[in-house]
Protein backbone atom coordinates (compact mmCIF):
# COMPACT_ATOMS: atom_id res chain seq x y z
CA UNK A 1 0.00 0.00 0.00
CA UNK A 2 1.55 3.69 -0.82
CA UNK A 3 1.67 6.44 1.11
CA UNK A 4 -1.32 7.93 -0.77
CA UNK A 5 -3.83 4.74 -0.38
CA UNK A 6 -2.89 5.12 3.44
CA UNK A 7 -3.16 8.41 3.45
CA UNK A 8 -6.60 8.17 1.39
CA UNK A 9 -7.29 5.48 4.16
CA UNK A 10 -7.15 7.47 7.01
CA UNK A 11 -8.21 10.17 5.94
CA UNK A 12 -11.61 8.72 4.82
CA UNK A 13 -11.48 6.77 8.21
CA UNK A 14 -11.32 9.57 10.15
CA UNK A 15 -14.41 11.05 8.18
CA UNK A 16 -16.45 8.71 9.64
CA UNK A 17 -14.61 9.47 13.50
CA UNK A 18 -15.95 12.83 12.66
CA UNK A 19 -19.78 12.74 11.57
CA UNK A 20 -20.21 10.46 14.36
CA UNK A 21 -18.07 11.56 17.41
CA UNK A 22 -19.97 11.67 20.10
CA UNK A 23 -23.58 10.82 20.51
CA UNK A 24 -24.80 12.51 23.45
CA UNK A 25 -27.67 10.99 24.89
CA UNK A 26 -30.82 13.28 27.34
CA UNK A 27 -29.55 14.84 30.03
CA UNK A 28 -25.89 13.90 29.96
CA UNK A 29 -24.84 16.65 28.24
CA UNK A 30 -24.64 20.50 29.80
CA UNK A 31 -26.89 22.17 27.24
CA UNK A 32 -26.45 26.09 26.46
CA UNK A 33 -29.83 27.72 28.02
CA UNK A 34 -31.81 29.92 26.18
CA UNK A 35 -31.61 33.11 28.32
CA UNK A 36 -35.06 34.21 27.36
CA UNK A 37 -36.73 31.10 28.99
CA UNK A 38 -38.35 31.86 32.08
CA UNK A 39 -37.54 29.50 35.20
CA UNK A 40 -40.08 26.77 35.46
CA UNK A 41 -40.09 25.19 38.91
CA UNK A 42 -41.22 21.41 38.91
CA UNK A 43 -42.56 19.78 35.66
CA UNK A 44 -45.21 21.31 33.74
CA UNK A 45 -48.28 18.80 32.39
CA UNK A 46 -47.78 17.96 28.92
CA UNK A 47 -49.77 16.84 26.31
CA UNK A 48 -48.59 13.52 24.38
CA UNK A 49 -49.78 12.37 20.98
CA UNK A 50 -49.45 9.32 19.41
CA UNK A 51 -50.33 8.46 15.62
CA UNK A 52 -51.46 5.15 14.98
CA UNK A 53 -52.03 3.06 11.90
CA UNK A 54 -52.43 -1.06 12.60
CA UNK A 55 -50.30 -0.48 15.97
CA UNK A 56 -52.41 -2.70 18.25
CA UNK A 57 -49.16 -4.64 18.59
CA UNK A 58 -46.54 -2.01 19.49
CA UNK A 59 -48.72 0.50 21.42
CA UNK A 60 -49.09 -1.36 24.35
CA UNK A 61 -45.30 -1.72 25.05
CA UNK A 62 -45.45 2.22 24.82
CA UNK A 63 -48.46 2.96 26.89
CA UNK A 64 -47.16 0.89 29.54
CA UNK A 65 -44.58 2.91 29.50
CA UNK A 66 -46.35 5.97 29.70
CA UNK A 67 -48.23 4.78 32.45
CA UNK A 68 -45.86 4.96 35.01
CA UNK A 69 -44.38 8.27 33.39
CA UNK A 70 -47.40 10.41 33.31
CA UNK A 71 -49.08 12.75 36.20
CA UNK A 72 -52.83 13.16 36.50
CA UNK A 73 -52.44 16.62 34.73
CA UNK A 74 -50.66 14.97 31.65
CA UNK A 75 -52.92 13.78 28.89
CA UNK A 76 -52.15 10.82 26.58
CA UNK A 77 -53.87 10.85 23.03
CA UNK A 78 -53.91 8.07 20.57
CA UNK A 79 -54.65 9.29 16.89
CA UNK A 80 -56.31 6.79 15.21
CA UNK A 81 -55.12 6.62 11.44
CA UNK A 82 -57.73 4.34 10.02
CA UNK A 83 -56.14 1.38 11.44
CA UNK A 84 -57.49 -2.00 10.33
CA UNK A 85 -56.79 -3.92 13.40
CA UNK A 86 -57.47 -3.47 17.29
CA UNK A 87 -55.27 -0.31 17.64
CA UNK A 88 -58.24 1.93 18.93
CA UNK A 89 -58.95 -1.16 21.91
CA UNK A 90 -55.65 -1.08 22.82
CA UNK A 91 -55.51 2.76 23.49
CA UNK A 92 -58.23 2.64 25.07
CA UNK A 93 -57.73 -0.37 27.20
CA UNK A 94 -54.39 1.56 28.39
CA UNK A 95 -56.37 4.40 29.64
CA UNK A 96 -55.39 6.75 26.51
CA UNK A 97 -57.45 9.16 24.95
CA UNK A 98 -58.68 8.15 21.46
CA UNK A 99 -59.37 10.49 18.57
CA UNK A 100 -60.29 9.27 15.08
CA UNK A 101 -58.07 10.93 12.45
CA UNK A 102 -60.49 12.46 9.88
CA UNK A 103 -60.32 11.02 5.92
CA UNK A 104 -57.17 11.72 4.84
CA UNK A 105 -57.37 14.91 3.00
CA UNK A 106 -55.70 15.39 -0.45
CA UNK A 107 -51.58 16.23 -0.43
CA UNK A 108 -51.73 14.99 3.42
CA UNK A 109 -49.32 11.81 4.31
CA UNK A 110 -51.15 10.09 7.30
CA UNK A 111 -48.60 10.94 9.64
CA UNK A 112 -48.69 14.20 9.19
CA UNK A 113 -52.66 14.24 9.16
CA UNK A 114 -52.53 12.55 12.80
CA UNK A 115 -50.29 14.44 14.38
CA UNK A 116 -51.93 17.65 13.04
CA UNK A 117 -54.85 16.66 14.72
CA UNK A 118 -53.29 15.23 18.20
CA UNK A 119 -52.27 19.13 18.38
CA UNK A 120 -55.52 20.42 17.76
CA UNK A 121 -57.08 18.25 20.61
CA UNK A 122 -54.28 19.53 23.01
CA UNK A 123 -54.72 21.30 25.85
CA UNK A 124 -51.20 21.99 27.68
CA UNK A 125 -48.19 24.17 26.35
CA UNK A 126 -46.00 21.51 26.21
CA UNK A 127 -46.26 18.76 23.18
CA UNK A 128 -44.57 15.60 23.36
CA UNK A 129 -44.84 13.59 19.67
CA UNK A 130 -43.88 9.46 19.87
CA UNK A 131 -44.11 7.08 17.77
CA UNK A 132 -45.81 4.01 18.55
CA UNK A 133 -43.10 1.72 18.28
CA UNK A 134 -41.12 3.61 21.12
CA UNK A 135 -40.50 2.99 24.86
CA UNK A 136 -40.03 5.02 27.92
CA UNK A 137 -37.06 4.11 30.42
CA UNK A 138 -38.06 4.94 33.76
CA UNK A 139 -37.73 8.82 34.39
CA UNK A 140 -37.51 9.17 29.98
CA UNK A 141 -40.45 11.49 30.37
CA UNK A 142 -39.12 14.10 33.19
CA UNK A 143 -35.65 13.91 31.55
CA UNK A 144 -37.27 14.20 27.56
CA UNK A 145 -39.30 17.61 29.54
CA UNK A 146 -35.84 18.33 31.27
CA UNK A 147 -34.23 18.64 28.31
CA UNK A 148 -36.56 20.84 26.32
CA UNK A 149 -37.06 23.16 28.97
CA UNK A 150 -33.17 23.84 29.31
CA UNK A 151 -32.79 24.21 25.56
CA UNK A 152 -36.23 25.77 24.28
CA UNK A 153 -37.50 25.17 20.93
CA UNK A 154 -37.45 22.02 19.00
CA UNK A 155 -35.85 18.63 20.66
CA UNK A 156 -35.67 16.04 18.47
CA UNK A 157 -34.18 12.57 19.87
CA UNK A 158 -33.11 9.23 18.28
CA UNK A 159 -34.44 6.33 20.21
CA UNK A 160 -32.01 3.52 20.88
CA UNK A 161 -32.91 0.52 18.45
CA UNK A 162 -33.51 -2.94 20.32
CA UNK A 163 -32.54 -5.28 17.76
CA UNK A 164 -34.25 -8.54 18.38
CA UNK A 165 -34.22 -10.58 14.93
CA UNK A 166 -31.50 -11.16 13.15
CA UNK A 167 -33.07 -9.47 9.89
CA UNK A 168 -32.98 -6.48 11.78
CA UNK A 169 -29.16 -6.61 12.18
CA UNK A 170 -29.86 -5.22 8.17
CA UNK A 171 -30.53 -1.67 9.34
CA UNK A 172 -26.96 -1.36 10.77
CA UNK A 173 -25.80 0.91 8.23
CA UNK A 174 -29.31 2.83 7.91
CA UNK A 175 -28.95 4.02 11.13
CA UNK A 176 -25.24 4.77 11.35
CA UNK A 177 -25.31 6.82 8.14
CA UNK A 178 -29.36 8.72 9.05
CA UNK A 179 -27.21 9.38 12.22
CA UNK A 180 -24.52 11.10 10.45
CA UNK A 181 -26.57 13.00 7.98
CA UNK A 182 -28.17 15.09 10.52
CA UNK A 183 -25.00 17.04 11.42
CA UNK A 184 -25.62 16.77 14.89
CA UNK A 185 -23.12 14.73 16.65
CA UNK A 186 -19.99 16.15 15.00
CA UNK A 187 -17.10 17.48 17.57
CA UNK A 188 -18.70 20.69 16.85
CA UNK A 189 -21.84 19.40 18.89
CA UNK A 190 -24.24 22.18 19.86
CA UNK A 191 -22.36 24.67 17.78
CA UNK A 192 -23.62 23.00 14.27
CA UNK A 193 -27.18 23.53 13.80
CA UNK A 194 -28.92 19.87 12.91
CA UNK A 195 -29.82 19.93 9.49
CA UNK A 196 -33.33 17.92 10.34
CA UNK A 197 -34.59 16.49 13.10
CA UNK A 198 -35.90 12.44 14.31
CA UNK A 199 -39.11 11.82 13.73
CA UNK A 200 -39.70 9.17 16.71
CA UNK A 201 -39.62 11.79 19.65
CA UNK A 202 -40.37 15.44 19.13
CA UNK A 203 -40.81 17.84 21.92
CA UNK A 204 -42.06 20.92 21.21
CA UNK A 205 -43.86 24.37 22.80
CA UNK A 206 -47.40 24.99 21.70
CA UNK A 207 -46.73 28.36 20.97
CA UNK A 208 -43.05 27.63 18.62
CA UNK A 209 -45.31 24.62 16.89
CA UNK A 210 -48.27 27.12 16.20
CA UNK A 211 -45.44 29.75 14.63
CA UNK A 212 -44.12 27.64 12.21
CA UNK A 213 -47.58 26.02 11.17
CA UNK A 214 -46.99 22.80 12.77
CA UNK A 215 -47.67 19.23 10.56
CA UNK A 216 -49.86 21.34 8.41
CA UNK A 217 -46.84 23.26 6.92
CA UNK A 218 -45.51 19.70 6.33
CA UNK A 219 -48.65 18.38 5.10
CA UNK A 220 -47.06 16.54 2.16
CA UNK A 221 -43.57 15.82 3.68
CA UNK A 222 -43.09 11.92 3.48
CA UNK A 223 -39.90 13.09 6.01
CA UNK A 224 -42.17 15.18 8.13
CA UNK A 225 -39.35 15.54 10.94
CA UNK A 226 -36.65 17.06 8.54
CA UNK A 227 -38.64 19.48 7.18
CA UNK A 228 -40.41 20.08 10.36
CA UNK A 229 -37.07 21.26 11.56
CA UNK A 230 -36.03 23.23 8.65
CA UNK A 231 -39.54 24.99 9.73
CA UNK A 232 -38.23 26.00 12.67
CA UNK A 233 -34.63 27.12 11.77
CA UNK A 234 -36.40 29.49 9.04
CA UNK A 235 -38.23 30.76 12.05
CA UNK A 236 -35.20 31.28 13.78
CA UNK A 237 -36.35 28.87 16.55
CA UNK A 238 -33.56 26.43 18.04
CA UNK A 239 -33.13 22.36 16.94
CA UNK A 240 -32.02 19.98 19.00
CA UNK A 241 -31.00 16.66 18.36
CA UNK A 242 -29.70 13.74 20.96
CA UNK A 243 -29.36 10.33 21.28
CA UNK A 244 -31.93 8.18 23.26
CA UNK A 245 -29.68 5.55 25.00
CA UNK A 246 -31.27 5.16 28.40
CA UNK A 247 -34.37 7.44 27.56
CA UNK A 248 -36.21 6.36 24.61
CA UNK A 249 -35.78 3.18 22.90
CA UNK A 250 -37.62 1.61 19.72
CA UNK A 251 -37.52 -1.57 17.47
CA UNK A 252 -38.02 -0.13 13.91
CA UNK A 253 -39.90 -2.41 11.45
CA UNK A 254 -40.55 -5.31 14.22
CA UNK A 255 -43.30 -6.75 11.38
CA UNK A 256 -40.72 -8.63 9.52
CA UNK A 257 -38.15 -8.33 6.38
CA UNK A 258 -40.94 -6.54 4.12
CA UNK A 259 -42.18 -4.00 6.58
CA UNK A 260 -38.10 -3.16 7.09
CA UNK A 261 -37.56 -2.41 3.27
CA UNK A 262 -40.84 -0.51 2.60
CA UNK A 263 -39.51 1.71 5.93
CA UNK A 264 -35.74 2.25 4.38
CA UNK A 265 -37.07 2.80 0.94
CA UNK A 266 -39.56 4.82 1.88
CA UNK A 267 -37.19 7.92 4.02
CA UNK A 268 -33.74 7.39 2.62
CA UNK A 269 -33.33 8.80 -1.06
CA UNK A 270 -35.23 11.53 0.47
CA UNK A 271 -33.54 12.26 3.73
CA UNK A 272 -30.28 12.37 1.50
CA UNK A 273 -31.38 15.08 -0.67
CA UNK A 274 -31.93 17.00 2.33
CA UNK A 275 -28.51 16.42 4.17
CA UNK A 276 -25.82 19.14 3.65
CA UNK A 277 -23.33 19.00 0.85
CA UNK A 278 -20.35 18.70 2.77
CA UNK A 279 -21.90 16.24 4.65
CA UNK A 280 -22.67 14.12 1.69
CA UNK A 281 -19.36 13.99 0.50
CA UNK A 282 -17.74 12.98 3.92
CA UNK A 283 -20.36 9.82 3.90
CA UNK A 284 -19.94 8.80 0.46
CA UNK A 285 -16.20 8.71 1.27
CA UNK A 286 -16.64 7.13 4.38
CA UNK A 287 -18.71 4.49 2.45
CA UNK A 288 -16.54 4.01 -0.23
CA UNK A 289 -13.82 3.06 2.50
CA UNK A 290 -16.51 0.23 3.46
CA UNK A 291 -16.92 -0.90 0.27
CA UNK A 292 -13.28 -0.93 -0.24
CA UNK A 293 -12.03 -2.53 2.54
CA UNK A 294 -14.78 -5.32 1.90
CA UNK A 295 -14.17 -5.81 -1.94
CA UNK A 296 -10.01 -5.93 -1.35
CA UNK A 297 -11.16 -8.75 1.42
CA UNK A 298 -12.69 -10.62 -0.88
CA UNK A 299 -9.72 -9.88 -3.31
CA UNK A 300 -7.59 -11.33 -1.12
CA UNK A 301 -9.44 -14.27 -0.52
CA UNK A 302 -9.30 -15.29 -3.74
CA UNK A 303 -5.57 -14.81 -3.88
CA UNK A 304 -5.32 -11.16 -5.15
CA UNK A 305 -3.78 -9.48 -2.79
CA UNK A 306 -1.29 -9.41 0.21
CA UNK A 307 -2.93 -10.21 2.84
CA UNK A 308 -1.14 -8.11 5.91
CA UNK A 309 -2.44 -4.43 4.37
CA UNK A 310 -6.06 -5.50 3.73
CA UNK A 311 -6.10 -7.16 6.88
CA UNK A 312 -5.37 -3.63 8.57
CA UNK A 313 -7.76 -1.73 6.77
CA UNK A 314 -10.63 -4.11 7.16
CA UNK A 315 -9.90 -4.51 10.95
CA UNK A 316 -9.74 -0.92 11.65
CA UNK A 317 -13.39 -0.63 9.65
CA UNK A 318 -14.58 -3.39 11.26
CA UNK A 319 -13.75 -1.63 14.90
CA UNK A 320 -14.90 2.06 13.75
CA UNK A 321 -18.69 0.06 12.75
CA UNK A 322 -18.45 -1.93 16.26
CA UNK A 323 -17.85 1.29 17.92
CA UNK A 324 -20.65 3.42 16.08
CA UNK A 325 -23.37 0.53 16.59
CA UNK A 326 -22.36 -0.24 20.43
CA UNK A 327 -23.64 3.87 20.80
CA UNK A 328 -26.68 3.53 18.77
CA UNK A 329 -28.58 0.27 19.51
CA UNK A 330 -28.19 -3.18 20.59
CA UNK A 331 -26.52 -4.48 17.16
CA UNK A 332 -25.22 -7.61 17.74
CA UNK A 333 -21.12 -7.82 17.18
CA UNK A 334 -20.90 -10.17 14.57
CA UNK A 335 -22.73 -7.05 12.45
CA UNK A 336 -19.48 -5.30 12.27
CA UNK A 337 -17.44 -8.02 11.84
CA UNK A 338 -19.60 -9.07 9.19
CA UNK A 339 -20.36 -5.73 8.25
CA UNK A 340 -20.03 -6.15 3.87
CA UNK A 341 -23.41 -7.79 4.76
CA UNK A 342 -25.78 -5.12 5.98
CA UNK A 343 -23.57 -2.60 3.68
CA UNK A 344 -24.96 -4.43 -0.05
CA UNK A 345 -28.02 -4.41 1.61
CA UNK A 346 -28.04 -0.64 2.88
CA UNK A 347 -26.43 -0.14 -1.10
CA UNK A 348 -29.33 -2.06 -2.32
CA UNK A 349 -32.42 -0.53 -0.64
CA UNK A 350 -30.66 2.52 -1.32
CA UNK A 351 -30.59 2.29 -5.09
CA UNK A 352 -34.29 1.25 -5.22
CA UNK A 353 -35.28 4.29 -2.97
CA UNK A 354 -33.39 6.24 -5.62
CA UNK A 355 -35.96 4.98 -8.67
CA UNK A 356 -39.00 4.87 -6.32
CA UNK A 357 -38.55 8.90 -5.29
CA UNK A 358 -37.13 10.22 -8.38
CA UNK A 359 -38.03 7.91 -10.54
CA UNK A 360 -41.12 5.93 -10.19
CA UNK A 361 -42.38 9.35 -7.42
CA UNK A 362 -44.30 6.97 -5.76
CA UNK A 363 -43.54 4.83 -2.57
CA UNK A 364 -45.36 2.24 -0.34
CA UNK A 365 -46.15 2.15 3.12
CA UNK A 366 -48.70 0.72 5.29
CA UNK A 367 -50.67 0.15 2.55
CA UNK A 368 -50.72 3.60 0.95
CA UNK A 369 -49.73 5.06 -1.75
CA UNK A 370 -47.67 8.18 -1.31
CA UNK A 371 -46.38 10.37 -3.60
CA UNK A 372 -42.68 11.60 -3.31
Given at each position: ?173 FNVIAMMGIDAFTPLGDRRVPSG ?175 T
Amino acid sequence: MSRLDLLSVALRWLAGCWLLWQVAPVGRRRAAVDPGLPVVVGRPPCSIVVPARDESRTLPVLLASLAAEVTDEDEVIVVDDDSSDGTRAVARAAGAEVVPAPPLPPGWTGKNSACWTGAGVARHDVVVFLDADTELAPGGLDRLLAEQRRRGGLLSVQPFHAVRRAYEQLSAFFNVIAMMGIDAFTPLGDRRVPSGAFGPVLVTHRADYDRVGGHASVADQILDDVALARRYRDAGIRVSCLGGRGTVRFRMYPDGLRHLLEGWTKNFAGGAAGTRRLTLVLIAAWVSLCIEAAWDLGSALAGGDPWGPVLLVYGAVVAQVGWMLRRIGTFHPLTAALYPVPLAFFLAVFARSVVDVYVRRRVTWKGRQLAT
